[in-house]
């Protein structure tokens, strides 16, 4: 269940006043849900990072406080992005270094404190104004002023509420060294006045490719997380294909960016029988298709159609494409292997990368054999471009399985599982081991010991 859906369920706002548990259950609710928007509401607000932060830890005591006695508001969004914004306009002023930013052309000046709700009435702001401050945090996080190295670290620290810790692992650098390029990016963005807007047409060119990237990037580490306890991370996922509607609708003739949600919706679609029970992975040729969402993956081929319809022929597009045929597949036996092969073939010359050639490999295992395809990881691996990549060894374990090569695929599932960083890949990668382990002690010494000089 998504955060939005739980709150729609759970919230129901009060007039009268609540127990204190209560009134912490729905914060924290309203937070999980809402935090990241209102955050961007407060940037663009009070215009600097660190006091916008700091203003949104300020509204959340403060409904500790009076929501108890008071009741929760019927938008509790608003009334924390007003009571933030006037938390920060008195930390300015206690630090003596308050200036006017134009809260009264913009909001209008604030009211005295007094004590009570009045000092936070909600300032009521209607969902395309929240969702037009997450398109211009996204905008001033990728600006081109701003070190490639932060863009996306501050933009899945600002716009999607991962840690300095989370990310600094996500880039193998340590959390102080993130947290310096943090600092910095926002320093510049404060400093150089970089504008808290979505560009101007003749601007966007500049920009749109960084954008989509992040995005990208951000659904990327929702589908298959990078470490932790979870394959899945839901609400990563749905951020990134919110944000991404929100420039369709930006840029509704750009075939790249209708293709993108596309891409995305069409892999979203597939949640339900990616994981068990008991959150082990199910690979794709074993996944339940009825569990896939259809009407998702209804929405994710109109958007394809529609990108194809306006000329797209660009990675995403490509990647969407791979994406419905699998959709369209009644099995995976069922599954043009073949298209999908010609698809990466395309990708490959648009977008040259060692991660698409393994996929490639894969799909070329469905159609020529898998020692042909073997033959193409072995030469993959031999750049070790992929030494630090986990599915490499673990797609060639899969193959020497597939091909009885016991021994080779059992070295091959441990150095996978060394690579691994989440617990759901890790038992998955010890399961296989452990089969290939029992079949090699099932074969005799002789053939064992063959097999074994063949190992590399």
Known sequence: MSNESELSEDFQ?????????????????????????????????????????????????IALEHWPTEGVPANPRSWLISAGRFKAIDRQRREARFEYRGWGAEVGEPPAQTGGASAFDPLFMDQDVIEDDQLRLIF??????????????????????????????????????????????????RDTRIPYQVPGPELLPERLDGVLNVIYLIFTEGYSASYGGVLLRTELCEEAIRLARLIANLLPNESEVKAL?????????????????????????????????????????????????????????????????????????????????????????????????????????????????????DSLRGRGELKDYHLLPAVRADMLRRLGRWPEAATEYEAALALAKTDPERRFLSRRRADTRSHVSEQPAACESGATRGAI
């Not at 928007?37 to 600097?48: C, F, N, Q």
């Not at 933009?155 to 102080?176: M, N």
């Not at 991660?355 to 193409?376: C, F, H, K, P």
């Open 13 to 61: 706002p009060v007039s009268q006043p609540v127990d204190s548990d209560t009134a912490a259950r729905v914060l924290d609710l309203v937070f999980r849900a809402e935090s990241r928007r209102i955050l961007a509401s407060l940037i663009r607000l009070v215009g600097d990072f660190q006091l916008a932060e700091d203003a949104l830890q300020d509204a959340m005591a």
């Open 261 to 377: 949600p596309a891409l995305m919706i069409l892999h979203h679609a597939r949640r339900g029988a990616r994981t068990n029970s008991d959150g082990d992975i199910v690979l794709l040729e074993d996944q339940d298709r009825s569990l896939w969402n259809a009407g998702e993956i209804a929405q994710g081929l109109e958007l394809l159609d529609r990108a194809l319809a306006l000329g797209g022929r660009g990675a995403y597009t490509l990647q969407a494409a791979i994406a419905a045929l699998h959709s369209r597949a009644e099995s995976s036996a069922a599954t043009d292997w073949r298209q999908i092969a010609g698809l990466y073939d395309l990708l490959l010359r648009l977008r040259p990368s060692p991660v698409i050639e393994l996929n490639r490999a894969v799909a070329i295992s469905m159609i020529d054999g898998v020692e042909q395809a073997l033959l193409l990881v």
């Open 140 to 189: 001033t996080c990728c600006h081109p002023a701003l070190a490639e190295d932060a863009r996306v670290p501050l933009t899945l620290r600002t716009v999607c509420g991962l840690t300095t810790d989370e990310i600094a692992r996500l880039y193998l650098v340590s959390p102080e060294t993130l947290a310096q390029r943090l600092v910095r990016a926002k320093r510049k963005i």
